[in-house]
């Protein structure tokens, strides 16, 4: 019954990749290869971020929320941005069009970081016999983050690949883009700063990850018009 | 063209160890942050098992030690209307199931009822009030809790004896309350009592006590130790001096091996002889007050089955010696006793030795306060049961005499240091009267001072009887379980009782002997046990079909945003086979 458990936990988190993946055009252009390699950017900077954290990074002995330290944290999760541009940008892709090419690499994006910190927990603890809900609150975040991944790549892409942008939109754009880049921290500081539990945080995630995808997709809508 | 081929030749090699040392890296991370969460959630509690013997090839206990059920707290599900009809659909319900049965209120009747028709349960659990814990020392005799302690110590001596002579097909294990199972407990009554008894499609809890198939301990070892005070022998005097034997047995036996401390039976004896050993250490160490007695002192085991250590102890002995042995005297469960105590004895009571050895002890107990009675038990040579150990020495024509509290001669397996018999039920005082009681009447025996008003070991003298050397060995023997056969030759407590009589005595022997074949005994006697919070069956197929579902209106509105209506339509008129598409 733990070996079911374990495979309800895992297709709610990784199912949403792939039915992304087969619903929306992306299966017939063939994106996959510019999925892998975003997959493989996004190894490396978690690895950056995690000699950055190393380095820098105080262990606490409390739990609570350090300020500096959490801004610290914000800092190198830059690094992620980063990443997200050289994926978004210096990485050759196949002939495809912007549309797709900003969500094929926010799903390679979302499908390593499920995998990376997902995977493993899940396959060491779902399968054993007591039952906790964490599984289940995880493949929720796990969803949450793929729509944050999409909405910073659309981001992202129209702020380094779209050369026309209307001026008025470009704060806009850039204020969305600081938010969605920093949404980690934001949520570090609901869970320890503010004392949230773990389902309460899981449903902010959504629900703000669901606002931002629908302001990108505006966004984006507004700005693919001129040039369309 | 080149360098972007170039770069992706180097991506492609350094891929994999990239990919395996971030993946580690991160990993570990995440499993150290997650740590917290990760380990709670099961409870584990200590529990202890059932023991399991064979008595001449007879098996008796419990006969399993894994345990790998659901968890039920009564034995008949609600709304069955009467109990045999109860007891039919209840069996079938409750093969798979491990019941929980709280010490308070339980019902003996319905457990005997069924056990006595052999009906299979999953296993079950005896949850303890926490002041039969051995491990629980802290207050000796509470007393807000004394008279409903005093109902549950019979009902658990009932129990006991119930479950030590039954032929249990089933894992029975024990453990203390305490407030995790507590809250399990309540829990599972709370389920019971809505009408859901936990299966596998109903959740609840799951019992899992990993143990192997418990195994036949082969050639379990009985060590006696003995300590020898030699008397003061006379210059020219050739003859063999007459020796006084005072023995304990130390080993206990319980429904549950690993709580078997036997505070009172037999630890009380033990402590009195180790403190009478001092006393007479210390008077026969200046040859000026040594006594014209040999004294030997012996710790004997295997006394729960028949004193056959005692048995093989005499029979080691040489001739001479057991010839010159004067008296015994055998001491037994002395330390609850009140105002009361038993001298029982093989002889008649009319003969004269005997007469006088009672005479001895009953004037010093005059003196102390205490009532001594005597008890006379023939031995029937045939009979293979020694309810006392001074029979052993009657048997082969020794006279020798039982000191004990207990005025009826025990069945076999009985008041032998049980679940019951812990710390709370002994007290130093009885202890130390009793020890003035022997050590005095053998100190008038000795230097002949009967009929003489001396008080040897005065309180106030440095021959006084010491609380505190009673109490700290008393402590310990509370908290050491000492079930024969689980004892090993280098046991700890028989090195630590070897290394007192020989700071008392002039010579110590260890004899190692094996126990009879009449028992058999089987290991595995205590183990963890863990609770898991399990969901059930439905519940899994419940959140399958909300996911497949979740998945299906994901896959459908993504088609519909990105593709259009149309789309969506006809991936469902024609089969999915049109995959490849040219870009």
Known sequence: MTVFHFFNCAILTFGPHAVYYAATPLSEYDTLGTSIKAAIVYLVTALVKLVCLATFLKVSESDSFDPYQELLKALIGFVDVAGLYFALTQLTHRNISQNHKFQAVGLGWAFADSVLH?????????????????????????NANLILSLSLAALG???????????????????????????????????QGLGWQLPKVIGFELFTSLAMASISWQLFAICQRPSS | MGSSSSERKSAAILEPTMYTASMMAVVVLILLAACADLCDGVTVVDVYRLVQYDLSGVPFGSRFASLNHHAASSLFSPGTAAASGGDSAAAADLSRTV???????????LIREYIGQRKILGGLLFLLPSIFNPENVDNTGGTDDVPAEGVSKDILVELERLLIHANVPFPVYFAFEHDDIN?????????????????????????????????????????????????????????????IAIVASYDTFGAAPALSVGSDSNGSGVVALLEIARLFSILYSNPGTR??????????????????????????????????????????????????????????????????????????AEELGLNVGLKHKKINISNPRVAWEHEQFSRLRVTAATLSELS????????????????????????????????????????????????????????????????????????????????????????????????HTVEVNVQHEVLDGLFTFYDSTSGKLHIYQVASVTFDLLLLLVLGSYLIILFSFLVITTRGLDDLISIFRRPPSRKVKTA
């Not at chain 1, 964490?134 to 796990?142: N, R, T």
């Not at chain 2, 202890?431 to 009929?451: D, F, P, Q, T, W």
């Not at chain 2, 050491?480 to 020989?502: C, N, Q, W």
Request: with cysteine; aromatic share 8%; proline share 6%.
């Open chain 1, 118 to 142: 997902r995977l493993a927990p899940l396959w060491v603890g779902a399968r054993g016999l007591e039952f906790t809900w964490d599984y289940i609150l995880q493949g929720l975040e796990a």
């Open chain 1, 157 to 191: 892409s129209l702020m380094w690949l779209r050369k026309n942008k209307p001026k008025t939109l470009i704060p806009i754009i850039y204020t969305c883009a600081g938010i969605v880049a920093t949404m980690p921290s934001i949520l570090s500081y609901l869970r």
């Open chain 2, 99 to 109: 019941l929980i049965l709280p010490l308070r209120g339980l019902n003996l009747t």
């Open chain 2, 183 to 243: 809250a399990v407990l309540a829990d599972v009554e709370r389920t019971d009592v809505a009408g859901q008894p936990a299966t596998a499609t109903t959740g609840g809890y799951k019992f899992v006590v990993a143990a192997r198939e418990p195994r036949k301990i082969g050639s379990p070892t009985l060590t006696n130790i003995q300590g020898w005070l030699p008397g003061l022998k006379a210059d020219g005097d050739s003859n063999q001096l007459p020796t």
């Open chain 2, 291 to 364: 006594g014209r007695y040999n004294l030997l002192f012996g710790l004997t085991s295997g006394g729960p089955y028949n004193y056959n250590g005692t048995y093989k102890w005499l029979h080691s002995f040489d001739q001479r010696l057991r010839e010159s042995i004067d008296y015994a005297i055998c001491l037994n469960s002395i330390g609850s006793s009140g105002d009361k105590l038993w001298v029982h004895v093989s002889k008649p009571p009319e003969n004269e030795y005997i007469k006088k050895i009672f005479e001895g002890i009953s004037s010093v």
């Open chain 2, 408 to 503: 009826l001669a025990p069945e076999l397996l009985e008041s032998t240091g049980g679940l019951s018999d812990n710390r709370h039920v002994v007290n130093e005082a009885s202890v130390v009267r009793s020890v003035k009681l022997v050590a005095e009447s053998l100190a008038r025996h000795i230097y002949n001072h009967e009929g003489k008003n001396i008080n040897v070991f005065a309180d106030d003298s440095n021959l006084a009887v010491n609380p505190s050397y009673i109490r700290s060995w008393l402590d310990l023997l509370s908290r050491t379980p000492r079930v024969a056969p689980f004892l090993s030759k280098s046991d700890p407590l028989i090195v630590a009782l070897k290394k007192e009589l020989t700071d």
